[in-house]
């Protein structure tokens, strides 16, 4: 049975992601810091990172869905720590959790890594530049990543949603919300369900000649 760590599980993609892949017949542990995970690991901590990944054993799926919307503002209103806090949970936490697990799989030659970057980090949403800007970083990182284990067996694709129904929404101020719904040919918001669906995809056996690639689940909204 293939082993899964979902960061974020806890809640919205993650939870529906974990939900999927259990269904999907994987083993998956979570990692979040809200109540209810299997682990509480917090992403931005390396040593509970890798205790908790030498605790859990070999993994063959990572899902890294931790993240926070941080501040809805203009960027020369954005104060410093906000900023360096939405990179370090987005970006540096992603980062970590990654490093660990990859080894493993490049010794096992199998493994799947998918990223949830946003459209936001295609387009730029304004008043979310910190957001915006740590799921660039996270969409360059997987390209770099792609490449770099392109001959390992080990696959690492990112995801690029637009709105979906999920708790982080509660974060995100009504204007901006209403804003980034109004780009959606659609006209709705995407379901955490339908995100599952491709992440079991990218997770599995049938996901074979994609790597450092970019998925759009959109509702239409990408145009690139
Ligand atoms: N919901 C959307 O519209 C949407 C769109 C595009 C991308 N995304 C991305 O998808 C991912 C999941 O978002 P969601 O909508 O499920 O949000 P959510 O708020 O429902 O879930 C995020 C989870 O991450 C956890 N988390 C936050 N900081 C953490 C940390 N330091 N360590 C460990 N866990 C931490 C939270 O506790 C929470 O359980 C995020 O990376 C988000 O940026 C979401």
Redo the contacts with the bound molecule.
Sequence with gaps: MRRAIV??G?????AACATRLRGDGVEVVT????PGADYA????DNVAVKMAISEVGSIDILIN????VGPNKPLWEVESFEWRKTFD??VN?LFSVTKAVVPGMIERGWGRIVN?A??AGKDGNPNLSAYSAS?AAVIGLTKSLGKELAKTGVIVNAIA????E????AATSPEVLAHITSLIPMGRMGKAAEVAALVSWLSSDECSFSTGAVYDISGGRATY
């Design positions: 960061t974020g806890a809640s919205g993609l993650g990692f979040d810091v809200s690991v917090d992403v931005t869905s931790a993240g926070i949970v987005n936490g949830m946003s459209m799921k949603p637009a709105v979906i999920t708790p982080m929404n």
